[in-house]
């Protein structure tokens, strides 16, 4: 029987193992389009020409694999359709309480998209930083965006940045991204219902918190990690870290389910034996 | 020589099995190592954020004579500071009355529409899609059943016992919901685990992995010499 002091040890030496075998032996788990990522997908296709986007991060770096995927293939959507004309930019901001380590994830998804070359900084993109505050930022935002954040990340004041012309308020965008792996309320609260469309890429365990809004229109569409995210992929035409991480997922989460059996099967076994 | 990105596929590599380290030896040197430096970063981007945000948004409107907002706010933040000062702890105390009130004024103000009056209209019973009405009686089931789980003010046993039935019922549709949470957060944990385990098995990762694993046979066949002796 192996010691009590190394079970732990060998449970996530194994959970690792699983995790990572699919990166190394690819199963080919069949993985086929659900409604939600093809909403998610048509509500950016069909956005009017000439709109402006607003991606609000909230997660952190250390969400990186988790909501950075995503995100990023959101980007990979959006940047044909700046380049083509249909919609003018992007606008990255972040309103999160741990603002400081989300622009580090703003940054990293904009170099894995390769944006700054892709896209011409100020006319077609922006970085607008952190704007301190969460939920009173946000509010300032909604009713006067310019006072709210009136210089860039880099220091460049907003009236010398093409890509905010004409926006005043909140609702002057026309499609508002979330990025976060916490619940929306605040977000609802402050923009939901102000004539932005609203999508939220979202934490799996935030989707039951989440649904409320999307039952009632409030927010239009969502993306979740890896399953919905490797969908998504799909429909936008690439095989990125969502795809790869898919697979992992199914065999983890195949090893929880075993090993909740085994430890239920365990615990019977010895409540027989004490009887 | 190595591109950037191979130098730090290197380092990511090497910082993941210095954490996993933790997994065989407990708290080691290079656990320690790594804990130490990952607070350290986390402290340092979250100063730097705040000393840039203090720069741009107190010190930067003040330098070019623009005293209002920046000026009540920048007394605002140093009566904050206050607390640490026991005489002078009253001062900080406004400010984080201050606060609250704004914080719940700009809270309460959107509320209403959002959170209360639309989340009352209740989805058909009696729509073509049968999962669809079997989901919406669900829903409206669990609601019901969770608000009489947290009314107090009713003795269970009212109503012949049927409260306590309901309540009963609005219990296990909780731990449903808790038992969903919870399985997101191992799932961010997978997959966290499956993202940082890439590094380790992909190009120029897993020469580190490879290093890493002769070192940790070498230690572990040195400490049984070790103690055999």
């Known amino acids: ?275 | 020589m190595a591109s950037y990105v191979e130098v730090e596929s290197i380092f990511y590599a090497a910082i993941v099995l210095m954490t996993w380290s933790w997994l065989y030896k407990g708290d080691n040197p290079f656990y320690k190592i790594i804990e130490h430096a990952t607070i350290g970063l986390f402290l340092a981007v979250s100063a730097q954020g705040v000393i840039q945000a203090i720069q741009t948004r107190i010190v930067g409107p003040l330098t070019v004579g623009a005293l209002f907002p920046a000026l009540p706010f920048l007394m605002l933040g140093i009566f904050t500071l206050t607390r640490m000062v026991p005489k002078l702890r009253f001062m900080s105390i406004w400010v984080i009355a201050l606060m609250s009130g704004v914080g719940t004024g700009v809270a309460v103000k959107g509320v209403v529409i959002p959170m209360i009056i639309k989340q009352t209209i209740i989805n058909p019973w009696t729509s073509p899609n049968i999962f669809s009405n079997i989901n919406n009686v669900l829903v409206w089931v669990a609601t019901i059943t969770t608000l009489i789980y947290f009314v107090y003010s009713i003795k269970r046993e009212a109503f012949g016992g049927v409260v306590r039935v309901l309540a009963e019922i609005g219990r296990i549709f909780m731990m449903l919901g808790f038992g969903v949470v919870l399985a997101g957060f191992l799932f961010v944990a997978g997959i966290n685990v499956t993202g940082v385990g890439t590094y380790l098995v992909q190009y120029p990762g897993y020469y580190v992995t490879a290093i890493g694993t002769v070192i940790l046979i070498g230690y572990i066949i040195w400490s049984r010499n070790h103690q055999k002796k």
Do not use: H
Request: no cysteine; proline share 5%.
């Open chain 1, 1 to 275: 029987m192996i010691k009590r002091e190394y079970q732990d040890s060998i449970v996530y030496i194994l959970f690792i193992f699983v995790a990572i075998l699919p990166v190394v032996y690819p199963l080919g788990i069949p993985n086929s389009v659900t409604p939600a990522a093809t909403d998610y997908y048509n509500a950016i296709k069909g956005l009017p020409q000439g709109s402006v986007v607003l991606i609000e991060v909230y997660s952190d770096i250390r969400a990186w694999f988790t909501m950075g995927p995503s995100t990023v293939a959101t980007i990979k959507q959006l940047i044909p359709m700046i380049q083509g004309g249909q919609i003018k930019g992007i606008v990255f901001t972040t309103t999160s309480d741990a603002g400081p380590l989300s622009i580090p994830l703003i940054e990293r998804m904009a170099t894995a998209t390769d944006v700054s070359s892709k896209l011409k900084y100020g006319d077609q993109w922006a970085l607008m930083g952190w704007i301190p505050g969460f939920e009173t930022a946000q509010a300032q935002m909604a009713q006067d965006f310019r006072a709210a954040v009136p210089r860039d990340y880099y220091g460049t004041a907003i009236d010398q940045l093409p890509i905010l012309n004409g926006i005043k308020k909140i609702s002057d965008f026309q499609l508002i991204i979330i990025n976060s792996d916490s619940n929306l309320d605040a977000y609802v609260r402050q923009w939901g219902g102000k004539g932005p469309k609203i999508l939220a890429n979202i934490d799996i365990s935030v989707l039951a918190l989440t649904k409320p809004y999307l039952d009632r229109g409030i927010i239009n569409g969502y993306m979740t990690p890896v399953k919905l995210t490797s969908e998504y992929e799909k429909l936008v035409g690439f095989s990125g870290f969502g795809s790869a991480l898919n697979e992992g997922q199914s065999t983890v989460q195949v090893y929880i389910v075993l090993l909740i059996i085994a430890a239920n099967v365990i615990y019977f076994r010895e409540r027989q034996r004490k009887k």
